[in-house]
């Protein structure tokens, strides 16, 4: 492996994370793990109900929702515990006997317990869908009771029932990476990388791997831009597709070494992230016109699962300013 199989984009003890999610992430769980009963504070009128942490991250796919809890878990020194829609089930019956199971798991090895992609479980009742009534009245009436902590995941938090927001200790918006972002993750991804391959094999140049770095960091810088301005191009990369993209780059860069017998270090310059670029631009490209010229962001808007604009500053006491939402969707019509 040349690369590491994922990235960090928020890491507590480097401040490489939203102050704010950072600080009421840290001010939560410390409270959550000093158990002594003397210290507890009792807010809830019904006895043994709404003990739990519950923290819903919500955004975009590969903005560090999921690393989040991993790197929660590992600060506090606390196993994670994954569970999937597949650990769960899919009926009422299956659901409630495998969500207790994890969560007394979760509370006997004082673990964080992490539900990826929750939307599943907690998507709106309807009253033509009786089986998904029933898996999501199954999923709230355990969650009360749970005393542990648990970590939810959602790319849709638009689609959740309203009955959830009273089960949540706090949600945490986790928008589209920003030019600085994108350019911090590109620069740690460098180094990253350059430093993981001389300690797999320190006296062997040949697979140690350089990069270019003052153009590759133009070039992610240009990147960002096209794919933030032209609709087509849509969405910027996220975490998880910058890190596909070095992977595929160092193959490419590792391949034209052995193909023309060249000596040292494995090169990876501009024109590697290039080749990579243009086929996600051009898939992203295509997929725009078979959506009749309507980005994700736009289509999850539409579907009422995601607003990708959303700008704090947009938050008054009385809500959203639904102005500028509609003057979003019309600019991205024209």
């Known amino acids: 492996m040349l690369l590491p199989d994922r990235v960090f984009a928020f890491v507590l003890r480097t401040h490489r994370w939203d102050p704010n999610h950072r600080s009421v992430i840290q001010s939560l769980m410390a409270t959550h793990f000093a158990k002594k009963k003397s210290e507890r504070r009792q807010f809830d009128l ?8 519950v923290i819903l991250l919500h955004g975009v796919p590969g903005v560090g929702k999921t690393s989040t809890a991993e790197t929660v878990a590992q600060y506090y020194n606390k196993p994670l515990l994954p569970i999937t829609c597949g650990d769960l089930g899919m009926t009422p019956k299956d659901v409630e006997s495998n969500l207790q199971n994890s969560f007394q798991m979760a509370q006997a090895w004082d673990c964080v317990l992490l539900l990826d992609e929750a939307d599943v479980f907690l998507a709106e009742r309807s009253q033509d869908n009786i089986e998904r009534n029933a898996l999501v009245s199954v999923f709230l009436r355990v969650l009360e009771y749970y005393e542990g902590v648990l970590f939810l995941t959602t790319n849709k938090v638009g689609s959740f029932d309203e009955a ?36 797999a094999a320190p006296n062997d140049e040949s697979v140690h791997v350089k990069f270019d770095q003052l153009d ?46 060249i000596p040292g270090p494995i090169n990876v310059k501009r024109e590697h992230f290039e080749k990579v670029a243009r086929v996600s631009m051009e898939f992203n490209s295509y997929l725009y016109g078979v959506k009749h010229s ?6 999850n808007l539409k579907k009422e699962q995601r607003y990708d604009a ?25």
Not at 167 to 187: D, V
Not at 294 to 299: A, I, S, V, W
């Open 46 to 53: 019904i006895q043994d109900k709404g003990k739990g942490l």
């Open 164 to 199: 959830f927001k009273s089960r949540m200790s706090m949600a945490l918006y986790y928008p589209p990476l920003s030019g600085t972002q994108t350019e911090k993750i590109w620069g740690m991804q460098i180094k990253r990388t350059e430093k993981l391959t001389i300690k």
């Open 216 to 261: 590759i960091m133009k070039f992610a810088a240009d990147l960002w831009n096209e794919q933030q301005f032209k609709p087509e191009f849509k969405p910027v990369w996220n975490g998880r597709q910058i890190r596909n993209a070095f992977q595929t780059a160092v193959a490419l860069a590792e391949w034209q070494k052995q193909d023309g017998n």
């Open 294 to 299: 309507r980005g994700d962001e736009m289509l």
């Open 310 to 334: 959303f700008n704090p500053n947009q938050v008054s006491p009385f809500g959203f300013d639904y102005a500028a939402i509609y003057f979003e969707e019309g600019r991205n019509k024209g």
